[in-house]
T-cell receptor, first 114, second 112 residues
Framework: RKEVEQDPGPFNVPEGATVAFNCTYS??????FFWYRQDCRKEPKLLMS???SGNEDGRFTAQLNRASQYISLLIRDSKLSDSATYLC???????????????FGTGTRLTIIP | DGGITQSPKYLFRKEGQNVTLSCEQN?????MYWYRQDPGQGLRLIYY???????QKGDIAEGYSVSREKKESFPLTVTSAQKNPTAFYLC???????????FGSGTRLTVV
């Protein structure tokens, strides 16, 4: 089983619609969770961290379900500019205490259609 | 403005050559990372360093080498031992533990 799994898509969604992505992770000891956005041929950029209580930033809502080991990202009122690949990222402890690293999912490609 | 700078943006390597990718940050971050991204695949960790003069192998370190002589700099050398080096290379940095990464804009390496 992969450490972090995402549906690769593509998701083709009309402008103004709501779209949701899920991501599952295998390491129950994972401590931190993030969603990144990556535009074509660009570097990933941090979209938002995911907190246990869930968090919202404008049209974006992230949630964490530790029991089922998944995180989600909800985009409301989608815009053309939301078209990108969304990467699910999990911080798993390495073999040595304190050596933590981020593990990236392969990403979900989203295209917003006018 | 603080940030993380990678150079060059595009790099072409002949078979059997070693090449070095530059990564510099002025964010005063302790930890730095090198990832490789191939089409249709997620980012894979090559090497990381959490302190000057110390670094650890990631998941795909074979054929690569790094150094961390200064806090600001973490260059990656792609050696001739790396059999499939064509990829998008991303450098990242973070203040230690539980923070998201800041990425550089990447270097596209192509073997010609």
């Amino acid at each position: 089983r992969k450490e972090v799994e995402q549906d690769p898509g593509p998701f083709n969604v009309p402008e103004g619609a709501t779209v949701a992505f899920n991501c599952t992770y295998s390491n129950s000891a994972s401590q931190s969770f993030f969603w990144y956005r990556q535009d074509c041929r660009k570097e990933p950029k941090l979209l938002m961290s995911v907190y246990s209580s869930g968090n919202e930033d404008g049209r974006f809502t992230a949630q964490l379900n530790r029991a089922s080991q998944y995180i989600s990202l909800l985009i409301r009122d989608s815009k053309l500019s939301d078209s990108a690949t969304y990467l699910c990222v999990v911080n798993s402890r390495g073999a040595n205490f304190g050596n933590e690293k981020l593990t990236f999912g392969t990403g979900t490609r989203l295209t917003i259609i006018p | 403005d603080g940030g993380i700078t990678q150079s060059p943006k595009y790099l072409f390597r002949k078979e059997g050559q070693n090449v070095t990718l530059s990564c510099e940050q002025n964010l005063n971050h302790d930890a730095m990372y090198w990832y490789r991204q191939d089409p249709g695949q997620g980012l894979r960790l090559i090497y990381y360093s959490q302190i000057v003069n110390d670094f650890q192998k990631g998941d795909i370190a074979e054929g690569y080498s790094v150094s961390r002589e200064k806090k600001e700099s973490f260059p990656l050398t792609v050696t001739s031992a790396q059999k499939n080096p064509t990829a998008f290379y991303l450098c990242a940095s973070t203040p230690i533990a539980n923070y998201g990464y800041t990425f550089g804009s990447g270097t596209r390496l192509t073997v010609v």
